[in-house]
């Protein structure tokens, strides 16, 4: 059994391509572990907000030294972090939107980059990642191709994720690709090509 975190960040709801290649990851690692259980977290659905200077100065404030509005303001934070920490998989969808992520996903991303929480620093300054021991499967899409060609040098999504999640410690990723969507004589074909790439390790 395994605890899944299906995080959705497209905005085009059920015709997306991004949360259609999630959601079938999610259906092959239940395969995989049967009586696995499943959280989702829409990014869009939930108007994920984004940082506030409130938010972020609470960040730096040692847990002792917190007043009461100063933990109303970090509750979400709170909550997406000890959600993240709680899954022992997580399912990312990332569709490729102006050669990077939604700013939905990047939203959730600085709520949940903590120092002291999520990331510290060893003894020689260098950064150690604390959300460890997790599987990452990241469902991306676009309607260009930018695993390979001229395309490859505008993808801000795979490689971005990569240095991030590694840096918080999740350094086990796998990125699944439903590419060239929009691309006639290959867009036939995509989502059935990217879903039979599919293999949960």
Sequence with gaps: ????LHIKSSL???QSYSIKLGDTIVEQIQDKYPGSTIEELNLVELGLPHLTPEVLGT???PEEQMTENDRKSIRLSDQLVEQLMKADIIVMGAPLINFTIPSS???????????????????????VGKVTGKKVYVAMASGGIYSEGPGKVNDFVAPYLKAFLGFL???????FRAEGLKVPGVKEMAMKKAISDIIID
């Design 1 to 4: 059994m395994k605890q899944i």
């Design 169 to 175: 410690g999740m350094t086990d990723l796998t990125v």
């Design 12 to 14: 085009m709801g059920k």
């Design 105 to 127: 996903l990047k939203a959730w991303i600085d709520h949940i980059t903590r120092a002291g929480v999520t990331f510290g620093y060893g003894e020689d300054g260098r950064p």
């Design 59 to 61: 960040f730096f404030i």
